[in-house]
Structure formats: structure tokens, C-alpha cells
T-cell receptor, first 115, second 110 residues
């Protein structure tokens, strides 16, 4: 069982839809992450939040909009996605210290399909 | 970021030890060596990390070469559940960005 919970597990949406992915952790971690993973490829970092502030945006298109309402919750708002955005979206968290990089704990992801 | 090189795939027999190599010849003095693995249909899972000395935990051991240009992840007794893609990643002091390479796909033969 993972300590990082992602919902929904699967999502199918049209290119004109607006949807959101949700990620939750209750480990007291202060850094949260979004990754994108295409089939048979390694995960790629999209966004990092440290202490609820966006600290890293890896030049992600604006149709992906992250939000961190509180230290336990991370959302990814989706709008006007393209078929190539179909992928597994992974959330992770870590006890950010600003010094030694701490292990990241991953959820099992949301599998997104764009029609 | 310093890069790592891993074999694309490896096979090992069940209940045998497994040694997964990783080369990182351009590692800097403040790069930590992290290992993650990803089982089928799951998110990545942290395995172990170290800086200079060998490290042991309940999952595995990490052996780091004296010059730090290579390291080896050791699974002491492989089980079928250890079949996964194993990623060796360098993380600099204070850096929170995990950059995954292509990893090593480990197959366990019953």
C-alpha cells in the first residue's frame, strides 16, 4: 500500500474537457511533485512544490496547471489537452530539508487517456 | 546534472544474489547516489542512497567504489517480486529534482 494517494486511478477525457488530478499525503512532507510517464519510458519531472510554493516548473505547457492548496494536497488541473498528453501521471512527496535530498514517496499514478 | 550509465537489462535466478551496476564517471563530490525501482503498474519506489560509504537497509545494499565513479546495488536474495526497472540517479546536495535515466530492467527467473 502506498502512502501517497492519487485519484482517480484512470481518467478518459476529450480534448475540450476540464478535469483535475488529485494527490494526497499525510506524512507531513513539505515537498510535492508531479511527474509524467509515457509508456515504456522513465518518469519525467513536471512540477515541484516546496512549502506549498511552486519552486520548479520544467517548462510544462499551460494546459497543465498545478495547485497546492495545503501541505497535504496537490492538484493538477487539465484543460484542452492533446492526444500526446495521454500518459501515467505520478505524484510524489518528500520531507524537504533543503540539504541532503530526501527519498521521494510515489503514488501509483493516474492513467490518463485523451480522446 | 551528472549522468549515469546502466545496462538495459539483466536476468537473475530466484533466490540468488543480484548485482546491478551503475557507472557515473562525472560524479561530483556533493552528488548523492540514489536508487529507485519501478515494479509493473506501480509508481517508483525508493530503494537506497549513499554518498561515500557502503550502505545497507532492509531492501538492499549499496556498494560505492572508492573513487565514486561507479556503484552497485545488491539484492541479497532475489524474489519474483524484485522484477522491476531499477534506476540509478545522482542528486546534488539540496537538489530535489530526480532525473530518471532508462534504468535496468531486471528479470527474475523462477
Amino acid at each position: 500500500d502506498t502512502e501517497v494517494t492519487q485519484t482517480p486511478k484512470h481518467l478518459v477525457m476529450g480534448m475540450t474537457n476540464k478535469k483535475s488530478l488529485k494527490c494526497e499525503q499525510h506524512m507531513g512532507h513539505r515537498a510535492m511533485y508531479w511527474y509524467k510517464q509515457k509508456a515504456k519510458k522513465p518518469p519525467e519531472l513536471m512540477f515541484v512544490y516546496s512549502y506549498e510554493k511552486l519552486s520548479i516548473n520544467e517548462s510544462v505547457p499551460s494546459r497543465f496547471s498545478p495547485e497546492c492548496p495545503n501541505s497535504s494536497l496537490l492538484n493538477l488541473h487539465l484543460h484542452a489537452l492533446q492526444p500526446e498528453d495521454s500518459a501515467l501521471y505520478l505524484c510524489a512527496s518528500s520531507p524537504y530539508t533543503g540539504t541532503e535530498a530526501q527519498p521521494q514517496h510515489f503514488g501509483d499514478g493516474t492513467r490518463l487517456s485523451i480522446l | 546534472d551528472a549522468k549515469t550509465t546502466q545496462p538495459n537489462s539483466m536476468e537473475s535466478n530466484e533466490e540468488e544474489p543480484v548485482h546491478l551496476p551503475c557507472n557515473h564517471s562525472t560524479i561530483s563530490g556533493t552528488d548523492y547516489i540514489h536508487w529507485y525501482r519501478q515494479l509493473p503498474s506501480q509508481g517508483p519506489e525508493y530503494v537506497i542512497h549513499g554518498l561515500t560509504s557502503n550502505v545497507n537497509n532492509r531492501m538492499a545494499s549499496l556498494a560505492i567504489a572508492e573513487d565514486r565513479k561507479s556503484s552497485t546495488l545488491i539484492l541479497h536474495r532475489a524474489t519474483l517480486r524484485d522484477a522491476a526497472v531499477y534506476y540509478c540517479i545522482l542528486l546534488n546536495f539540496g537538489n530535489e529534482k530526480l532525473t530518471f535515466g532508462t534504468g535496468t530492467r531486471l528479470t527474475i527467473i523462477p
